[in-house]
């Protein structure tokens, strides 16, 4: 297939990547990409979605990823797995000698493997320079789910109207569910029964970087998680830091001991981030090196340096994600000339076994078993019957609504046209009436 229709196909069935920023997939197409790598390293701790979906449709997603990799003309498609992955990597061995390009990178259990950055790296040896894209070293990134997304749109005319989200922690029944885009997140719970604990907390993403929410949130094309704990747990209590509260613990308690630099997955493949620095420099106010501050711009969040590195206890993660924001509200970009060091040595033996990490956060128990859920699943249990669909899922110019008020839909109607620029498409996920179009966001009830 042309690129330029399958750009096109994919602009106007509102794919977009199934997590982190939702950058639009068409745009992601080019020429220029040597190697097309599919991540299925399910980047955080209690994630199951992606291995479950490649388990269950490694057939349909083999063949899209083979499609795309035939559009921009890559000398290579490489599926990123864990090797602990053992039935998803049973069902890809059924299919993936019909794709002779095609082939599987083992990858360790540790985090953040699922990381573009660090996966690029680990998949294929190029490392992308600090606040470059992959494809300026020949590379597009696709997570699994994006991939079958995809196959729908291009075997079944089935937009981007739903989503896979797991449902663990504090529940009765752990489960994964492809529920409609726009339900709210106490609907979502439902499907795996009751809540079990009396204050529950919803941590929507994964346990690193994901943020607390209400039950009211909605469910966008990126949501992959929702995670239910108790208001007391350890996990809850550091996503609700304050900020100057944290400066000045790190003013009177941080030993500059460079864990967090030693840990850093970035720091580790040569990119200019020492966190150790920045509280140095934060806490004590010293402006002296300014590339202290400016390099924040490279950090990824993961939150090793918080969550797992900083035997103090200290917020490295937060207080430079607040410096960032206020970098980015000044209009202050990212230097482009930044050169990365030598991937370090010593890299190979300062991984985070994602085990250990699971321990440290205090989430061990709740790794079970989230079994996937048939794609009717929700419709059979039927919780969900109201929907508020946002216009803005993705990086790039909000979709502009093109119905109205009191108007009828069916599921897989376009609802939102792509807006100027970077944009795509949305889509009714749910039939019935819509009840109120806004600038930000589409309301659908069932009739």
């Given at each position: ?17 199934a997590?982190?920023?939702g ?17 299925c ?52 061995d ?7 390009h ?35 070293e ?10 079958y ?64 929410a ?25 996503k609700n ?5 944290d400066l000045?613990r ?6 500059q001991?460079?864990t ?7 720091h ?10 920045f ?23 993961c ?13 490295p ?5 607040e ?75 909000p ?16 609802i ?9 498409g ?6 019935g ?15």
């Amino acid at each position: 297939m042309e690129i330029q229709t399958l750009k096109q196909i994919l602009q106007e069935n509102g794919i977009v990547g199934a997590g982190g920023a939702g950058f639009p997939t068409y745009a992601k197409l080019d020429e220029r990409a040597e190697i097309i790598l599919m991540n299925c390293a399910e980047c955080e701790p209690l994630l199951k979605l992606h291995r479950q979906l490649l388990e269950q449709h490694a057939d349909e997603i083999l063949k899209a990823f083979d499609m795309i990799a035939g559009a921009v003309g890559a000398k290579e498609a490489v599926i990123g797995i864990k090797r602990e992955y053992k039935a998803t990597l049973k069902a890809i061995d059924r299919y993936i000698d019909s794709y002779p390009h095609m082939r599987v990178q083992l990858l360790d259990s540790a985090y953040p493997m699922g990381d573009e950055v660090v996966l690029i790296y680990e998949a294929t040896g190029r490392v992308i320079r600090p606040g470059g894209l992959p494809i300026e070293e020949g590379v597009a990134v696709f997570n699994v789910e994006t991939v079958y997304n995809v196959y729908r749109a291009m075997e079944q005319n089935t937009p981007v109207v739903d989503k896979l989200v797991s449902v663990v922690g504090e529940v009765e029944h752990p489960v994964t569910v492809r529920v409609p885009i726009g339900a709210a997140i106490k609907d979502v719970i439902a499907y795996a029964g009751e809540v079990t604990v009396k204050h529950p907390v919803y941590l929507i993403g994964g346990p690193m970087m994901g943020n607390l929410a209400d039950e009211t949130a909605l469910v966008t094309k990126t949501t992959n998680a929702v995670i239910v704990l108790d208001r007391s747990h350890t996990l809850v209590q550091r996503k609700n830091r304050n900020t100057a509260i944290d400066l000045k613990r790190a003013a009177s308690s941080c030993c500059q001991c460079e864990t967090c630099t030693n840990l850093c997955p970035r720091h580790a493949l040569g990119h200019p981030i020492e966190p150790h620095k920045f509280m140095r420099s934060a806490a004590n106010k010293d402006f002296q090196d300014t590339n202290v501050f400016l390099n924040t711009l490279f950090c990824s969040s993961c939150g090793l340096c918080e969550n797992f590195s900083c035997p103090q206890g200290l917020a490295p993660r937060s207080l430079i994600a607040e410096y960032k924001l206020g970098l980015r509200k000044a209009g202050v970009k990212p230097p482009a000339d930044v050169v990365p060091a030598p991937v370090k040595e010593s890299r190979a033996y300062r991984k985070v076994p994602e085990e250990r990490l699971e321990a440290r956060l205090g989430l061990a128990k709740y790794d079970v078993d989230a079994p996937l859920q048939s794609d009717d699943y929700w419709m059979e249990e039927h919780f969900i019957h109201k929907v508020r669909i946002l216009l803005s899922q993705h990086i790039g110019a909000p979709a502009v609504a093109s119905v109205g008020k009191g108007d009828s839909v069916r599921v897989g109607d376009c609802i939102a046209k792509p807006g100027n620029g970077l944009s795509v498409g949305i889509h009714a996920s749910l039939e019935g009436i819509v009840q109120e179009v806004t600038d930000k966001y589409i309301t659908i009830a069932e009739r």
